[in-house]
């Protein structure tokens, strides 16, 4: 099974980029759907971007244009590059995996069973 670990967040200033990294051990991310998702304070886990095995993307509403997902399967690591962020975007950011999803509910956090431990992102206005 994957193992799956996170680094890149941070404090930004709002219009500022972050790029998140998530390093896989014990698998090849070639072999996953790829997600990341994010949770604010008090409110629920979301999906943010998603990357099928054949490279096929889907991005929440409130990202699009802004994030890119991608994966780098050579380095057996999945990115999320962040621009123009917002305020809104604080949260911890979490890498996700699974070997076999149902495409539209990718963004459902209980169609992965494989998870990072997050990475902290703030955005100050």
């Known amino acids: 099974q994957v193992q799956l670990v996170e680094s890149g967040g941070g404090s930004v200033q709002a219009g500022g980029s972050l790029r998140l990294s998530c390093a896989a051990s014990?698998?090849?991310?070639?072999?996953?759907?790829m997600a990341w998702f994010r949770q604010a304070p008090g409110k629920e886990r979301e999906g943010v971007a998603a990357?099928?095995?054949?490279?096929?993307?889907n991005y929440a509403d409130s990202v699009k244009g802004r994030f890119t997902i991608s994966k780098d399967n050579a380095k057996n690591t999945l990115y999320l590059q962040m621009n123009s962020l917002k305020p809104e975007d604080t949260a911890m950011y979490y890498c996700?995996?699974?070997?076999?999803?149902?495409?539209?509910?990718?963004?459902?956090?209980?169609?992965?069973?494989?998870w990072g431990q997050g990475t902290q992102v703030t955005v100050s206005s």
């Open positions: 990357i099928a095995i054949n490279s096929n993307t």
């Open positions: 014990g698998d090849t991310v070639s072999n996953y759907v």
């Open positions: 996700s995996a699974v070997l076999w999803w149902r495409a539209h509910l990718w963004a459902r956090r209980d169609e992965y069973n494989y």
